[in-house]
Protein backbone atom coordinates (compact mmCIF):
# COMPACT_ATOMS: atom_id res chain seq x y z
CA UNK A 1 0.00 0.00 0.00
CA UNK A 2 1.41 3.38 -1.20
CA UNK A 3 1.51 5.66 1.91
CA UNK A 4 2.63 8.43 1.00
CA UNK A 5 0.58 9.76 -2.60
CA UNK A 6 1.49 13.30 -2.82
CA UNK A 7 3.89 12.71 -5.57
CA UNK A 8 1.64 11.09 -7.80
CA UNK A 9 -0.73 13.67 -7.55
CA UNK A 10 1.48 16.75 -8.55
CA UNK A 11 -0.19 18.11 -11.51
CA UNK A 12 2.96 17.73 -14.02
CA UNK A 13 4.24 14.40 -12.83
CA UNK A 14 5.07 13.06 -16.01
CA UNK A 15 7.65 16.25 -16.88
CA UNK A 16 8.91 15.68 -13.89
CA UNK A 17 9.64 11.82 -14.27
CA UNK A 18 10.44 12.87 -17.93
CA UNK A 19 13.16 14.99 -17.25
CA UNK A 20 14.52 12.66 -13.98
CA UNK A 21 15.69 9.95 -16.32
CA UNK A 22 18.94 9.52 -17.27
CA UNK A 23 18.44 8.42 -20.83
CA UNK A 24 18.22 10.94 -23.32
CA UNK A 25 14.70 11.11 -24.55
CA UNK A 26 12.71 12.97 -27.23
CA UNK A 27 9.43 12.50 -28.88
CA UNK A 28 9.01 12.64 -32.46
CA UNK A 29 6.46 12.89 -35.12
CA UNK A 30 6.23 10.87 -38.29
CA UNK A 31 8.07 13.52 -40.33
CA UNK A 32 11.28 13.61 -38.02
CA UNK A 33 9.98 16.35 -36.25
CA UNK A 34 11.28 16.64 -32.75
CA UNK A 35 7.82 17.55 -30.62
CA UNK A 36 9.46 17.45 -27.24
CA UNK A 37 13.13 16.61 -25.32
CA UNK A 38 13.80 15.81 -21.60
CA UNK A 39 16.41 17.46 -19.47
CA UNK A 40 19.01 14.66 -20.40
CA UNK A 41 18.88 14.60 -23.98
CA UNK A 42 19.03 18.80 -24.00
CA UNK A 43 21.97 18.97 -21.49
CA UNK A 44 23.84 16.67 -24.08
CA UNK A 45 23.27 18.60 -26.92
CA UNK A 46 24.20 21.21 -25.19
CA UNK A 47 20.84 23.50 -26.41
CA UNK A 48 17.35 24.01 -24.01
CA UNK A 49 14.09 22.01 -24.31
CA UNK A 50 12.40 24.65 -26.42
CA UNK A 51 14.74 26.04 -28.85
CA UNK A 52 15.04 22.29 -30.86
CA UNK A 53 11.22 21.96 -31.26
CA UNK A 54 9.88 21.40 -34.48
CA UNK A 55 13.43 20.78 -36.04
CA UNK A 56 14.19 17.16 -37.76
CA UNK A 57 15.52 14.73 -35.28
CA UNK A 58 18.42 13.83 -37.32
CA UNK A 59 19.47 17.48 -37.98
CA UNK A 60 19.14 18.28 -34.15
CA UNK A 61 21.80 15.37 -32.91
CA UNK A 62 23.71 14.20 -36.40
CA UNK A 63 24.11 17.35 -37.83
CA UNK A 64 22.61 15.35 -41.40
CA UNK A 65 20.20 16.46 -44.26
CA UNK A 66 18.54 13.25 -43.80
CA UNK A 67 18.11 10.26 -41.30
CA UNK A 68 20.86 7.93 -40.81
CA UNK A 69 21.02 4.47 -41.98
CA UNK A 70 19.59 2.18 -39.27
CA UNK A 71 17.83 4.86 -37.76
CA UNK A 72 15.70 3.32 -35.55
CA UNK A 73 12.77 5.74 -36.28
CA UNK A 74 13.06 5.23 -39.70
CA UNK A 75 12.27 1.18 -39.06
CA UNK A 76 9.43 2.06 -37.66
CA UNK A 77 7.78 4.15 -39.65
CA UNK A 78 7.74 1.43 -42.45
CA UNK A 79 6.18 -0.99 -40.39
CA UNK A 80 4.79 0.22 -36.82
CA UNK A 81 6.72 -1.95 -34.64
CA UNK A 82 9.22 -0.71 -32.15
CA UNK A 83 12.94 -0.48 -33.23
CA UNK A 84 16.61 -1.07 -31.26
CA UNK A 85 19.94 0.16 -32.61
CA UNK A 86 23.19 0.37 -31.32
CA UNK A 87 24.63 3.92 -33.32
CA UNK A 88 28.04 5.49 -32.47
CA UNK A 89 27.26 9.37 -32.55
CA UNK A 90 30.48 11.57 -32.17
CA UNK A 91 28.98 14.37 -31.87
CA UNK A 92 27.64 12.99 -28.47
CA UNK A 93 30.61 11.71 -28.17
CA UNK A 94 29.72 8.03 -27.35
CA UNK A 95 27.73 5.32 -28.01
CA UNK A 96 23.96 4.71 -27.40
CA UNK A 97 21.59 1.95 -27.26
CA UNK A 98 18.55 3.86 -29.54
CA UNK A 99 15.00 2.28 -29.20
CA UNK A 100 12.09 4.09 -30.68
CA UNK A 101 8.17 2.96 -29.43
CA UNK A 102 5.54 3.97 -31.39
CA UNK A 103 3.07 6.23 -30.59
CA UNK A 104 -0.40 5.17 -31.23
CA UNK A 105 -4.11 6.69 -30.77
CA UNK A 106 -7.45 5.36 -29.79
CA UNK A 107 -7.67 4.34 -34.01
CA UNK A 108 -4.31 2.40 -33.87
CA UNK A 109 -2.57 5.10 -36.01
CA UNK A 110 0.87 5.44 -35.57
CA UNK A 111 1.50 9.75 -34.22
CA UNK A 112 5.47 8.94 -34.13
CA UNK A 113 7.36 7.79 -31.44
CA UNK A 114 8.76 8.12 -27.83
CA UNK A 115 12.29 8.02 -29.00
CA UNK A 116 15.27 6.36 -26.17
CA UNK A 117 19.50 6.88 -26.21
CA UNK A 118 20.88 4.94 -22.96
CA UNK A 119 24.65 6.01 -23.14
CA UNK A 120 26.49 2.36 -23.70
CA UNK A 121 30.08 3.91 -24.35
CA UNK A 122 31.49 2.56 -21.13
CA UNK A 123 30.52 -0.62 -21.59
CA UNK A 124 31.55 -1.06 -24.91
CA UNK A 125 34.66 0.53 -23.82
CA UNK A 126 34.65 -2.50 -21.65
CA UNK A 127 33.65 -5.06 -24.58
CA UNK A 128 36.63 -3.35 -26.50
CA UNK A 129 38.85 -4.27 -23.92
CA UNK A 130 37.48 -7.61 -23.44
CA UNK A 131 37.79 -8.25 -27.42
CA UNK A 132 41.43 -7.47 -27.06
CA UNK A 133 42.37 -9.43 -24.22
CA UNK A 134 40.67 -12.51 -25.91
CA UNK A 135 42.28 -11.86 -29.02
CA UNK A 136 45.90 -11.94 -27.06
CA UNK A 137 45.36 -15.11 -25.48
CA UNK A 138 44.28 -16.99 -29.31
CA UNK A 139 47.48 -15.44 -30.60
CA UNK A 140 49.53 -16.88 -27.42
CA UNK A 141 47.25 -20.35 -27.35
CA UNK A 142 48.32 -20.54 -31.23
CA UNK A 143 52.25 -19.64 -30.42
CA UNK A 144 52.03 -22.50 -28.05
CA UNK A 145 50.21 -25.05 -30.40
CA UNK A 146 52.70 -24.17 -32.96
CA UNK A 147 55.91 -24.42 -30.60
CA UNK A 148 54.17 -27.72 -29.43
CA UNK A 149 53.86 -29.09 -32.45
CA UNK A 150 57.65 -27.48 -33.46
CA UNK A 151 58.72 -30.12 -30.58
CA UNK A 152 57.21 -32.87 -31.46
CA UNK A 153 58.20 -32.91 -34.74
CA UNK A 154 61.73 -32.43 -33.04
CA UNK A 155 61.01 -35.59 -31.58
CA UNK A 156 60.15 -37.29 -34.45
CA UNK A 157 63.11 -36.39 -36.85
CA UNK A 158 65.01 -37.36 -33.54
CA UNK A 159 63.71 -40.78 -33.48
CA UNK A 160 64.00 -40.78 -37.11
CA UNK A 161 67.83 -40.48 -36.65
CA UNK A 162 68.37 -42.64 -33.85
CA UNK A 163 66.93 -45.37 -36.00
CA UNK A 164 69.13 -45.38 -38.75
CA UNK A 165 71.93 -47.05 -36.18
CA UNK A 166 69.70 -49.65 -35.20
CA UNK A 167 70.21 -52.64 -36.70
CA UNK A 168 67.23 -55.20 -34.92
CA UNK A 169 64.51 -54.95 -36.47
CA UNK A 170 62.30 -55.03 -33.40
CA UNK A 171 63.77 -52.01 -32.07
CA UNK A 172 64.08 -50.13 -35.18
CA UNK A 173 60.10 -50.54 -35.86
CA UNK A 174 59.61 -49.60 -31.73
CA UNK A 175 61.18 -46.42 -33.01
CA UNK A 176 59.13 -46.02 -36.05
CA UNK A 177 55.84 -46.82 -33.82
CA UNK A 178 56.76 -44.19 -31.17
CA UNK A 179 57.83 -41.46 -33.92
CA UNK A 180 54.36 -42.07 -35.78
CA UNK A 181 52.66 -41.31 -32.18
CA UNK A 182 54.90 -38.06 -31.93
CA UNK A 183 53.72 -36.92 -35.55
CA UNK A 184 50.22 -37.34 -34.46
CA UNK A 185 49.91 -35.14 -31.61
CA UNK A 186 51.70 -33.14 -33.70
CA UNK A 187 49.53 -32.92 -36.67
CA UNK A 188 46.79 -32.13 -34.24
CA UNK A 189 48.96 -29.20 -33.15
CA UNK A 190 49.20 -27.80 -36.43
CA UNK A 191 45.77 -28.51 -36.90
CA UNK A 192 44.80 -26.23 -33.84
CA UNK A 193 47.47 -23.31 -35.58
CA UNK A 194 45.80 -23.20 -38.36
CA UNK A 195 42.21 -23.39 -36.97
CA UNK A 196 40.21 -20.04 -35.62
CA UNK A 197 38.84 -22.39 -33.39
CA UNK A 198 41.37 -23.29 -29.82
CA UNK A 199 38.52 -25.95 -28.47
CA UNK A 200 37.34 -28.08 -31.10
CA UNK A 201 39.04 -29.47 -34.30
CA UNK A 202 37.06 -30.42 -37.48
CA UNK A 203 38.12 -34.40 -36.61
CA UNK A 204 37.15 -36.06 -39.97
CA UNK A 205 40.14 -33.40 -41.77
CA UNK A 206 42.40 -34.42 -39.52
CA UNK A 207 41.34 -38.51 -39.30
CA UNK A 208 41.96 -38.38 -43.00
CA UNK A 209 45.74 -36.69 -43.07
CA UNK A 210 46.77 -39.04 -39.97
CA UNK A 211 45.70 -41.70 -41.82
CA UNK A 212 47.58 -40.99 -44.82
CA UNK A 213 50.62 -40.00 -42.79
CA UNK A 214 50.79 -43.62 -41.44
CA UNK A 215 50.20 -45.39 -44.56
CA UNK A 216 53.17 -43.26 -45.63
CA UNK A 217 55.48 -43.82 -43.29
CA UNK A 218 54.71 -48.16 -44.02
CA UNK A 219 53.79 -48.02 -47.10
CA UNK A 220 57.34 -49.08 -48.76
CA UNK A 221 57.33 -52.18 -46.17
CA UNK A 222 53.53 -53.22 -46.49
CA UNK A 223 51.37 -53.35 -49.58
CA UNK A 224 47.95 -52.33 -47.99
CA UNK A 225 45.13 -50.96 -49.81
CA UNK A 226 43.34 -47.62 -47.24
CA UNK A 227 39.51 -47.26 -47.51
CA UNK A 228 37.88 -44.49 -45.63
CA UNK A 229 34.56 -43.42 -44.96
CA UNK A 230 34.44 -39.93 -42.93
CA UNK A 231 31.82 -37.84 -42.41
CA UNK A 232 32.52 -34.61 -40.37
CA UNK A 233 32.26 -34.44 -37.08
CA UNK A 234 33.35 -31.40 -34.73
CA UNK A 235 35.03 -33.18 -31.69
CA UNK A 236 36.93 -30.73 -28.40
CA UNK A 237 40.71 -31.28 -28.59
CA UNK A 238 40.81 -33.11 -24.92
CA UNK A 239 39.34 -36.33 -27.05
CA UNK A 240 40.73 -35.70 -30.31
CA UNK A 241 44.20 -35.81 -28.92
CA UNK A 242 43.26 -39.50 -27.20
CA UNK A 243 41.18 -40.53 -30.72
CA UNK A 244 44.03 -39.67 -32.83
CA UNK A 245 46.62 -41.57 -30.75
CA UNK A 246 44.02 -44.76 -30.62
CA UNK A 247 43.59 -44.64 -34.47
CA UNK A 248 47.57 -44.37 -34.70
CA UNK A 249 47.91 -47.65 -32.47
CA UNK A 250 45.25 -50.07 -34.44
CA UNK A 251 46.33 -49.16 -37.86
CA UNK A 252 50.06 -49.36 -36.47
CA UNK A 253 48.82 -52.97 -35.43
CA UNK A 254 46.98 -53.68 -38.99
CA UNK A 255 50.48 -52.80 -40.56
CA UNK A 256 52.21 -55.20 -38.72
CA UNK A 257 50.26 -57.87 -37.32
CA UNK A 258 47.33 -58.43 -40.18
CA UNK A 259 48.96 -59.23 -43.53
CA UNK A 260 51.69 -61.61 -43.17
CA UNK A 261 51.55 -61.84 -47.04
CA UNK A 262 51.85 -58.25 -47.13
CA UNK A 263 48.98 -57.58 -48.69
CA UNK A 264 45.52 -56.78 -47.63
CA UNK A 265 42.53 -53.57 -47.01
CA UNK A 266 42.31 -51.37 -43.99
CA UNK A 267 39.16 -49.35 -43.49
CA UNK A 268 38.41 -46.27 -41.38
CA UNK A 269 34.61 -45.31 -40.44
CA UNK A 270 33.71 -42.16 -38.79
CA UNK A 271 30.20 -40.96 -38.53
CA UNK A 272 27.77 -39.44 -35.43
CA UNK A 273 24.45 -40.25 -35.29
CA UNK A 274 22.50 -38.19 -32.44
CA UNK A 275 24.64 -37.21 -30.15
CA UNK A 276 27.15 -40.87 -30.40
CA UNK A 277 30.72 -40.60 -32.30
CA UNK A 278 31.42 -43.84 -33.77
CA UNK A 279 34.88 -44.69 -34.68
CA UNK A 280 35.18 -48.32 -36.52
CA UNK A 281 38.64 -49.44 -37.88
CA UNK A 282 38.97 -53.05 -39.20
CA UNK A 283 40.64 -55.07 -41.58
CA UNK A 284 40.98 -58.08 -43.59
CA UNK A 285 43.95 -59.48 -41.98
CA UNK A 286 44.57 -63.03 -40.39
CA UNK A 287 42.05 -61.73 -36.99
CA UNK A 288 42.69 -60.71 -33.73
CA UNK A 289 44.76 -63.96 -31.66
CA UNK A 290 41.67 -66.35 -30.47
CA UNK A 291 41.77 -66.46 -26.93
CA UNK A 292 43.69 -62.92 -26.21
CA UNK A 293 41.56 -60.41 -24.43
CA UNK A 294 42.33 -56.84 -25.56
CA UNK A 295 41.23 -54.78 -23.02
CA UNK A 296 44.11 -57.04 -20.38
CA UNK A 297 46.62 -58.87 -22.92
CA UNK A 298 48.53 -57.98 -25.65
CA UNK A 299 51.23 -55.46 -26.29
CA UNK A 300 52.20 -52.33 -25.11
CA UNK A 301 50.12 -50.73 -28.01
CA UNK A 302 46.57 -52.13 -27.14
CA UNK A 303 47.31 -51.26 -23.44
CA UNK A 304 47.54 -47.54 -24.72
CA UNK A 305 45.03 -48.28 -26.49
CA UNK A 306 42.16 -49.35 -23.46
CA UNK A 307 44.07 -46.37 -20.94
CA UNK A 308 42.82 -43.76 -24.02
CA UNK A 309 39.34 -45.04 -24.13
CA UNK A 310 38.74 -44.71 -20.88
CA UNK A 311 40.22 -41.32 -20.72
CA UNK A 312 37.41 -39.77 -23.50
CA UNK A 313 34.85 -42.20 -21.70
CA UNK A 314 34.35 -44.03 -24.55
CA UNK A 315 33.24 -47.64 -25.00
CA UNK A 316 35.58 -50.28 -27.23
CA UNK A 317 34.20 -53.35 -28.67
CA UNK A 318 36.20 -56.18 -31.22
CA UNK A 319 34.59 -57.86 -33.61
CA UNK A 320 36.56 -61.03 -34.85
CA UNK A 321 34.25 -62.65 -36.88
CA UNK A 322 36.14 -61.40 -40.72
CA UNK A 323 39.87 -60.14 -39.45
CA UNK A 324 39.96 -57.71 -36.95
CA UNK A 325 36.72 -54.93 -36.35
CA UNK A 326 37.48 -52.37 -33.47
CA UNK A 327 33.96 -50.52 -32.44
CA UNK A 328 34.95 -46.93 -30.42
CA UNK A 329 31.93 -45.39 -29.35
CA UNK A 330 31.55 -41.95 -27.03
CA UNK A 331 28.98 -38.78 -27.05
CA UNK A 332 28.98 -35.79 -27.82
CA UNK A 333 30.49 -34.01 -25.26
CA UNK A 334 28.22 -30.58 -25.99
CA UNK A 335 24.82 -32.60 -25.14
CA UNK A 336 26.09 -34.33 -22.09
CA UNK A 337 24.89 -31.81 -19.95
Given at each position: ?????????????????????????????????????????????????????????????????????????????????????????????????????????????????????????????????????????????????????????????????????????????????????????????????????????????????????????????????????IKPGIIDVDRAIPLGLVTT??????????????????????????????????????????????????????????????????????????????IIQFKDEEKDY
Amino acid sequence: MIEDKSILELKDIWQYVFDASPDLIAIIDNNYNVLKINKAMANSLGVSSEEVVGLPCYKIVHHTHSPLLGCPHAALLKDGHEHTHEIEEPNLNGYFLVTASPLINKKNKVLGSVHIARDITKRREIEKKLENTVHDKEILLKEIHHRVKNNLMMISSLLNIQSYYIQDPEVKDIFLDSQNRAEAMALLHQKLYESNDMKDIEFSDYLMTLVSNIKNSYGSKYGVELKLDIKPGIIDVDRAIPLGLVTTEIIINSFKYAFPEGKGIIRVKFFKEDDLFTLIISDDGIGFPKGLDFRTEGNMGMSIINALINQIDGSIELNRDDGTMFIIQFKDEEKDY
